[in-house]
């Protein structure tokens, strides 16, 4: 490189008045500017060529030791735009940022490799703001799965804080990295495809001055390194993230979702900075040709032994209407690195793939004991922006069916197989183009393939072309690569990665393809469920047995209004927190596509007793086609909240108990029936067990006993009237008999 500009501008600045009045553009500030810009190499070879002309001696300064490439330096990652919403759709945490990722990671000889990337803009956002329960903490959680055309899981966690009940100040006190070491990325890793966490803790960065009244942003155009840790390996390893660009506010965003007025970081105030440019691209663009990705699926039954294995590479093609009201395909692929659900029965087996956390694929088989089919297709997914960009409906979930099929007929003991790519319409406007496929659901031995049957395709002259295909279970991914596809494909999620081999036993309760709850034909009454919230200490700190059933209106594709009804499971997921005053339970069930929950209040009465009360139900469900037939709004996500509920009022030093059904109005259109319920979310007892409980109403044998003893005054005194009467009338008969007393008498 050129080391010595201002050497060369003192030569041009020693020449003629011609060289100097040019050579001033040749600063050594200039020089050095230009070479920050430029990647320059030089062959040191200063000419100079003295020339007389018309009795003048012009000086020609040739500097061609320097010769510059022209090729400008990579600009900063584009910047993403992020955000976090509450439970009623406000945004409460707004995230513009641009990143790099440098980690550390151990190669197979024992040396120490590092592997560099960005943070995509078209990452998924989530996370958690500040709420009732918390108010000092706001989380941003980070994901994407494709890092230079490779598919991996990576994300970036980020913990924002703030001091209660002060809350003058923010910042940064937590920065989590995860990533999986995909060989294109980790070449010659050791632990490849494995997934590994590296974080730092306590800090105290980008401290911004905010309050309720006067919130305010944080914003820093100049460069940031974290230093992080990872604690997962002996190995001492490190992972820089570097923060080109960074505006945050983690708490008191405005109604209109904006950013507050920024407070910029010292660097700023640098005149040469210039912040990256904004990114303004909401989808990745069109890539050449669409590469199929073979992932290696394993189902393991409640003794270990793997009772399912498939292995094969899909392209999901979706349609949709965008906001012009045009249709369009959304083309994804069903990455190697997805969770494994599902059962294993003799007669009957389903797999069920899930990835993204609302996006699914399942397949159910069937045998009659000597061969088995595949008898159904279920695809579940959700316009996000990501997949389904410009959608006319985002974020709406669809679930498409095809039942009482009879696909891939084989014997028992075999697998199926076929190599050519075979298309298969699920429901409406789902294409899934399936390709490499080997599987076999019934008698796997060993957790190996059995023999293969072939599918005819795969016996024609003119198969599909397939690079390096296997015939056994692979350890390592099959990639597929078609010609362009004719439809539009909105994501580049189909790149090829290597898989790891994934497991699931099925002793945990999962027995159903998510997505698709069996139709109720009958309404039956809600089993009571017994459920716990433990505070985080880990003592109990609410007990609640109840059944709940709710019965949701609804209008169905004819005009008419339906009723469609669920039970709360008793399986469902309990959650919650506790306070002095406050303490709620959410129960979760659907595959997390339903959540109820319950809050609780706690008021002081007079002579000092205090009372709770249910205070407020909020309940998020979906319209599901199996619980909503014919429903005008399939997979429609609904909400339905009071907050003026006032049902099971009790002592606070008590239980409430009630074993009859109570019926409680949600909305107009949402009712909630409730039975065999025994609450306490206050004061549970140190043993976790229920206190001393305060019946809803009395029962039958009470209400007989206080009926007789309340009859009885009323039957004495009808007696003693009757027996009167008897003796003025027996008095006036034999009036000269005891004349003292009938005196006395009257």
């Known amino acids: 490189y050129c080391l010595q500009f201002d050497v060369w501008g003192k030569v041009l600045r020693s020449t003629t008045t011609f060289w100097r009045r040019y050579a001033r553009m040749f600063d050594k500030e200039d020089w050095a500017n230009l070479m920050a810009k430029y990647r ?33 330096e990579d600009p900063n990652p584009s910047v993403g735009h992020f955000s976090v919403k509450n439970s009623e759709g406000e945004t409460c945490l707004l995230l513009d940022i641009s990143a790099t990722f440098h980690v550390e990671y151990v190669k197979t000889d024992n040396t120490t490799g590092t592997a560099s990337y960005t943070l995509p803009s078209n990452s998924q956002a ?30 970036v966690n980020l913990t924002f804080s703030r001091k209660f009940p002060v809350m003058t100040h923010f910042w940064l006190s937590e920065v989590t990295v995860y990533y999986q070491l995909i060989p294109a990325l980790f070449p010659d890793a050791v632990d490849a495809n494995k997934t590994l966490i590296s974080a730092v803790s306590g800090i105290q960065k980008i401290m911004t001055q905010s309050t309720v009244v006067t919130p305010r942003s944080y914003l820093c155009k100049r460069d940031q390194v974290f230093v992080l840790d990872n604690d997962d390996i002996d190995v001492q390893l490190q992972t820089n993230l570097t923060v080109h660009y960074i505006q945050a506010q983690p708490f008191e965003v405005n109604r209109q979702g904006m950013f507050s007025p920024p407070e910029e970081c010292p660097q700023d105030f640098d005149p040469t900075t210039k912040p990256p440019p904004p990114d303004t691209t909401l989808f ?82 069937y045998s009659d004991g000597k061969k088995f089919v595949l008898n159904s297709f279920v695809v579940g997914y959700q316009r996000t922006a990501q997949f389904f960009p410009h959608a006319q409906d ?28 075979r298309e298969f319409k699920v429901g409406q406007g789902v294409r899934l183009e399936i390709i490499a496929l080997q599987i076999q659901p019934f008698k796997v031995k060993d957790g190996h393939f059995g023999d293969a049957e072939t599918c005819p395709q795969d016996l024609l002259t003119t198969q599909f072309p397939i690079l390096n295909a296997t015939t056994t279970l692979p350890t390592k991914s099959t990639n597929h690569t078609l010609a362009p596809a004719t439809t539009l494909q909105t994501t580049d999620a189909a790149n090829t990665t290597t898989p790891a081999r994934t497991t699931l036993h099925t002793s945990h309760p999962h027995t159903s393809p998510p997505y698709t709850q069996p139709t109720p034909i009958k309404h039956p009454k809600p089993l009571q469920g017994h459920y716990v919230v433990k505070n985080p200490t880990g003592k109990v700190c609410l007990l609640a047995n109840m059944g709940v059933q709710f019965i949701a209106k609804y209008v169905q594709q004819d005009d008419t209004v339906g009723v469609g009804v669920f039970n709360v499971p008793v399986s469902s997921i309990a959650s919650g927190a506790c306070e002095d005053d406050i303490s709620s339970l959410t129960l979760t069930f659907y595959n997390t596509t339903f959540h109820v929950t319950f809050i609780f209040g706690k008021t002081n009465e007079q002579h000092g007793k205090s009372r709770y009360r249910l205070a407020s139900t909020e309940l998020f469900y979906t319209e599901v086609p199996a619980i909503f037939p014919g429903t005008a709004s399939p997979n429609q996500q609904r909400r339905a909240e009071n907050l003026t509920v006032n049902v099971f009022s009790t002592d606070a030093k008590k239980s409430y108990k009630c074993l009859q059904d109570v019926n409680v109005t949600v909305t107009e259109n949402v009712t909630m029936l409730v039975r065999q319920v025994q609450l306490q979310p206050f004061e549970v007892d140190k043993s976790g067990r229920f206190l001393t409980a305060e019946d809803c109403a009395p029962t039958n044998n009470v209400i007989l006993l206080s009926v007789v003893l309340g009859s009885l005054p009323v039957c004495a005194i009808i007696i003693g009237m009757c027996g009167y009467v008897w003796w003025r009338r027996r008095g006036q008969i034999r009036p000269e008999k005891q004349p003292l007393l009938q005196n006395y008498i009257e």
């Open 40 to 72: 320059l190499t030089c062959v040191n070879v200063l000419v100079l060529v003295n020339v007389n002309m018309v009795g003048l001696l012009t000086t020609v300064v040739l500097l061609t030791g320097c010769v510059g490439t022209a090729r400008v």
């Open 126 to 155: 989530s996370g958690t703001c500040a709420h009732l329960f918390d108010e000092e903490r706001a989380i941003m959680n980070i994901t994407f799965n494709n890092v230079q055309q490779h598919m991996g899981h990576f994300g």
């Open 284 to 365: 990745n663009a069109v890539t050449p040709s669409l590469t199929f990705p073979v992932g290696d699926f394993s189902l393991k039954d409640s003794k270990g032994q793997a009772c399912l294995l498939a292995s094969m590479g899909v392209i999901f093609r979706v349609e949709y209407r965008t906001e012009n009201g045009k249709k369009r395909n959304a083309t994804y692929a069903l990455p190697v690195n997805s969770s494994v659900g599902g059962s294993c029965d003799t007669d009957q087996a389903t797999l069920s793939l899930m990835f993204t956390s609302t996006f699914n694929l399942s397949l159910s088989f």
């Open 394 to 421: 985002p974020n709406t979930s669809e679930v498409q069916v095809k039942n009482d099929i009879e696909l891939f007929t084989t014997d028992l003991g075999k697998s199926y197989r076929c190599a050519s790519l």
